[in-house]
């Protein structure tokens, strides 16, 4: 292991992973893990979905999202979610999410990567 002070954010990752991977016997090792554990094609429809906002509203990067209430339109998208199962909202909701990240950024607010201990809990 590195130096703390010499590593990478890949050498962190892969350190971490390794420590991680003997603690919980995972049998995947972590490049193969980067390369399925994502959701290409969610990314790609809500990408898509800001592309034809830009024609709509203007460029993301040129938009002031103080005057929204992007938190809230979320948990909006994600009420039709659940009243009509139409998968089009989730997109939304993750798109409102992913813009209110990117405000936040620029409002000074920052990402601070915490265990709390709280995950998502099984159904059945």
Request: proline share 2%; glycine share 8%.
């Amino acid at each position: 292991m590195k130096n703390i002070n010499e590593w990478t954010g890949r050498d962190f990752l892969n350190d971490l992973w390794g420590i991680k991977a003997k603690e919980v016997k995972l049998h995947k090792p972590y490049p193969e893990l980067v390369k399925t554990e994502r959701v290409d094609e969610f990314d790609q429809l809500a990408n898509n979905r800001l592309v034809m906002g830009a024609f709509r509203y203007g460029s993301i990067l040129e938009q002031n999202f103080d005057t929204y209430d992007l938190v809230t339109e979320c948990k909006n998208r994600l009420a039709r979610f659940e009243k009509d199962g139409n998968l089009e909202h989730l997109i939304d909701a993750g798109n409102m999410l992913r813009l209110r990240f990117m405000w936040g950024r620029k409002k000074g607010e920052r990402f601070e990567a915490i265990d709390d201990g709280e995950h998502s809990k099984k159904i059945k």
